[in-house]
């Protein structure tokens, strides 16, 4: 079984910048697309952002576009997420986790298993 480590999460000024890593386990990593969510105190977990396979496509939440980049190294075993333009509505605990089915989009999280342990981001005002 697949295991997700994110890491990079701190405590960031509005308008800074953050980039959240995920490393997997197994080399098996690169057949897979992958997803970023977040969950913010009280509230849902919610999609982020989508990344295929081989990175060729990219999806993201309304909320993020045009901030937030989802990125892969499959030599590495690891995706990324750049987040700039941070906004204290994004303090979340962030997670990633992988699309074990072919073909897609999905942005359910139920689609997706095995998640990581998550890695929290705190925007400050």
């Known amino acids: 079984q697949v295991q997700l480590v994110e890491s990079g999460g701190g405590l960031v000024q509005a308008g800074g910048s953050l980039r959240l890593s995920c490393a997997a386990s197994?080399?098996?990593?690169?057949?897979?697309?992958m997803g970023w969510f977040r969950q913010a105190p009280g509230k849902e977990r919610e999609f982020v952002a989508r990344?295929?396979?081989?990175?060729?496509?990219?999806y993201y939440a309304d909320s993020v576009k045009g901030r937030f980049t989802i990125s892969r190294d499959n030599s590495k075993n690891t995706v990324y997420l750049q987040m700039s333009s941070l906004q204290p509505e994004d303090t979340a605990a962030y997670y990633c986790?992988?699309?074990?089915?072919?073909?897609?989009?999905?942005?359910?999280?139920?689609?997706?298993?095995?998640w990581g342990q998550g890695t929290t981001v705190t925007v400050s005002s």
């Open positions: 986790a992988r699309d074990p089915r072919l073909g897609g989009p999905r942005f359910q999280e139920d689609s997706y298993a095995p």
């Open positions: 197994r080399r098996t990593f690169s057949n897979y697309a």
């Open positions: 990344i295929s396979w081989n990175g060729g496509r990219t």
